[in-house]
């Protein structure tokens, strides 16, 4: 089931899977680099007021579910 989340008058139910590849597909990611890149990827969510769900680092690519709030915008 899924966990709505709501405010004052939404709710909503907002994830995305993002994945990082960098060029060439270099399998660089899974050595030392993977335990910096969590902690990396947890702060850059962490100022932006993102979730982080859930990640998972593979040899080439990192896979991440991220959830967001939405924003309620207003006009001035």
Known sequence: MRAWQSQAHVRHYCKYHVVFVPKYRRKSIYG??????GGI????????GVELVEGNAM?????MLL??????WRTP
């Open 59 to 63: 040899q080439d690519h990192i896979h």
């Open 41 to 48: 990827l947890r702060e850059l969510c962490r100022q932006q």
């Open 67 to 72: 959830m967001c709030r939405s924003t309620v």
């Open 32 to 37: 030392a680099l993977r335990k910096d890149l």
